[in-house]
């Protein structure tokens, strides 16, 4: 069935380098994917939102030249933190709906990412 | 492995009735419980988060109860209203530090 697949589900990085969260969608086409953030004991907050084939739209506040949104293809969206810092560590998670069984909503399983 | 279920699927009310929704989890072990609305096409807006330590969460028209006890937490509308209508859904992050998802109650008020 469908389903978003997304790692990796924990990754540790080094201050200053960068990081990849990868979002597939499986038996699905995702023409739009949402990406989250959540930071311990906070709410869960839409970063951007992604479209096939166009840029992403950040929300205010949210850097765009520091998480890096591509979604180059029906079935793949995937979210770069570049030159991360400790502050960046949170939880990311992704979800997409699919349109042709109306717009029901499916979630990646979420990545932690720890900067160090 | 925990789980959750919302019940029901779908609920439809006239407008100005106050309802519940239902939020279900199997392993009582967890940090916080969370409740969202979707509209169509847009992203998830959080409404209320419930710490484990919490029993109830309280924002305008909406209160959110978490009974950890009996798996239970339940979104409460007061006096509803056709902006309401979206989809509603619940998460919970378990003791896995995952974000378990149900699979959402979708809400028609009608005027």
């Known amino acids: 069935g469908a389903v978003v697949s997304q790692h990796p589900s924990r990754v540790i990085c080094k201050s200053g380098t960068s990081v990849k969260i990868e979002c597939r969608s499986l038996d699905f086409q995702a023409t739009t994917m949402f990406w989250y953030r959540q930071f311990p004991k906070q709410s869960l907050m839409l970063m951007a939102t992604s479209n096939e084939g166009s840029k992403a739209t950040y929300e205010q506040g949210v850097e765009k030249d520091k998480f890096l949104i591509n979604h180059a293809s029906l079935t793949l969206s995937t979210l770069t933190v570049t030159s991360a810092h400790p502050e960046d560590s949170s939880f990311y998670i992704c979800s997409a709906p699919d349109r042709v069984s109306g717009n029901t909503i499916y979630f990646g399983e979420g990545s932690w990412l720890t900067v160090v | 492995k925990q789980e959750v279920t919302q019940i029901p699927a779908a609920l439809s009310v006239p407008e100005g009735e106050n309802l519940v929704l239902n939020c279900s989890f199997t392993?009582?072990?967890?940090?916080?419980l969370q409740w969202f609305r979707q509209d169509p096409g847009k992203g998830l807006t959080s409404l209320l988060l419930i710490q484990s330590s919490q029993r109830e969460q309280t924002s305008g028209r909406l209160n959110a109860s978490l009974d950890k006890s009996s798996g239970r937490s339940t979104l409460y509308i007061a006096a509803s209203q056709p902006g309401d209508s979206a989809t509603y859904l619940c998460a919970a992050f378990d003791s896995n530090y995952q974000l378990i998802w149900g699979a959402g109650t979708k809400l028609i008020i009608k005027p």
């Open positions: 392993d009582s072990a967890i940090y916080n």
